[in-house]
């Protein structure tokens, strides 16, 4: 995926209700090469097993959509760093479902949230996600291609993943052990204090980035704009160029070689959806028609 210009690898959240082939049906409506979605329903702890009814619905879907890049969003409900017993049982359990679900389909990357620290300790909460993907291991051989990737959080509430060093503990104490790499999500970064507004300021981050994690273990992205402001830790997305990051910034991500060719995948708001709008916008980015 990287290094070899195959074209912008653009799209959104897709719907899969009614079955997970129907995202890709509407990524292909949108005119995406990138199509992110939830395999089952996000607010529930009991998911779905895919039959293979649904998984050749989902091949004849995908062969026929245009997608090149598919990515999961894990649950709403895990929570791999909590150190409630019951709590970290149930999200384990469900993450398992999730990778096996995301095998089964063949998708790409398995997106998710590192975690939130429930005894309001960080440290404890990273500790604690480290053995949770310690112990999905076994689920992985040289003959599957998914790769779990860690998202950038706004720093809400409890929520750990705000910063780099965060990011970086994870995978360094993850290394080698299981496919694991990074999701950027510009709201998120933005209102976790990492200013992107600019080319210089995207300059300086993508820096810091690249000293603190590696820029080798970004995989992917989610881009939003914002509705609050720098530093706010607060999650709140907007359309591209409505909110406090301006069209700028993904103008520079389009076309910057160090997160050109990334797939990318846009999570704005869904009652204000310019989904098809904005994913030709990027794609005219991408070859410079301004």
């Given at each position: 995926?990287?290094?070899?210009?195959?074209?912008?690898?653009?799209?959104?959240?897709?719907?899969?209700?009614?079955?997970?082939?129907?995202?890709?049906?509407?990524?292909?409506?949108?005119?995406a090469?990138?199509?992110?979605?939830?395999?089952?329903?996000q607010?529930?702890?009991?998911?779905?097993?895919?039959?293979?009814?649904?998984?050749?619905?989902w091949?004849?879907?995908?062969?026929?959509s245009?997608?090149?890049?598919?990515?999961?969003?894990?649950?709403?409900?895990?929570?791999?760093?909590?150190?409630?017993?019951?709590?970290?049982?149930?999200?384990?359990?469900?993450?398992?479902?999730?990778?096996?679900?995301?095998?089964?389909?063949?998708?790409?990357?398995?997106?998710?949230?590192?975690g939130?620290?429930?005894?309001?300790?960080?440290?404890?909460?990273?500790?604690?996600?480290?053995?949770?993907?310690?112990?999905?291991?076994?689920?992985?051989?040289?003959?599957?291609?998914?790769?779990?990737v860690?998202?950038?959080?706004?720093?809400?509430?409890?929520?750990?993943?705000?910063?780099?060093?965060?990011?970086?503990?994870?995978?360094?104490?993850?290394?080698?052990?299981?496919?694991?790499?990074?999701?950027?999500?510009?709201?998120?970064?933005?209102?976790?204090?990492?200013?992107?507004?600019?080319p210089?300021?995207?300059?300086?981050?993508l820096?810091d980035?690249?000293?603190?994690?590696?820029?080798?273990?970004?995989?992917?992205?989610?881009l939003?704009?914002?509705?609050?402001?720098?530093?706010?830790?607060?999650?709140?997305?907007?359309?591209?160029?409505?909110?406090?990051?301006?069209?700028?910034?993904?103008?520079?991500?389009?076309?910057?070689?160090?997160?050109?060719?990334?797939?990318?995948?846009?999570?704005?708001?869904?009652?204000?959806?310019?989904?098809?709008?904005?994913?030709?916008?990027?794609?005219?980015?991408?070859?410079?028609?301004?």
């Open positions: 995926m990287k290094g070899h210009d195959q074209g912008p690898l653009v799209g959104c959240h897709n719907s899969a209700q009614g079955g997970v082939h129907n995202a890709l049906i509407e990524a292909k409506s949108l005119g090469t990138a199509s992110q979605l939830f395999t089952t329903n607010k529930q702890w009991r998911g779905k097993t895919i039959s293979a009814e649904e998984i050749a619905k091949e004849e879907a995908k062969a026929n245009g997608v090149q890049v598919v990515i999961s969003h894990d649950g709403y409900l895990i929570n791999l760093g909590s150190h409630l017993d019951e709590l970290l049982e149930k999200s384990r359990k469900a993450f398992q479902e999730e990778i096996e679900r995301c095998q089964a389909l063949h998708i790409d990357f398995l997106n998710f949230h590192p939130t620290a429930t005894d309001k300790n960080p440290e404890r909460c990273l500790d604690t996600i480290v053995d949770s993907l310690l112990s999905f291991a076994p689920l992985f051989d040289k003959n599957q291609k998914l790769k779990l860690l998202e950038t959080t706004a720093g809400q509430g409890n929520t750990v993943g705000h910063t780099f060093s965060h990011l970086a503990y994870i995978l360094q104490n993850c290394h080698n052990k299981i496919p694991l790499g990074i999701c950027i999500d510009t709201c998120h970064i933005f209102a976790a204090g990492y200013d992107i507004r600019t210089q300021a995207w300059d300086q981050t820096k980035f690249d000293e603190i994690v590696g820029l080798k273990h970004l995989d992917c992205m989610h939003n704009d914002s509705l609050k402001g720098l530093g706010s830790r607060v999650d709140r997305h907007s359309c591209l160029g409505y909110g406090e990051i301006g069209i700028e910034a993904f103008q520079f991500v389009m076309q910057d070689k160090r997160l050109k060719h990334l797939p990318k995948c846009l999570e704005t708001p869904e009652k204000e959806a310019r989904w098809e709008e904005e994913i030709q916008m990027l794609k005219d980015f991408y070859y410079h028609k301004l």
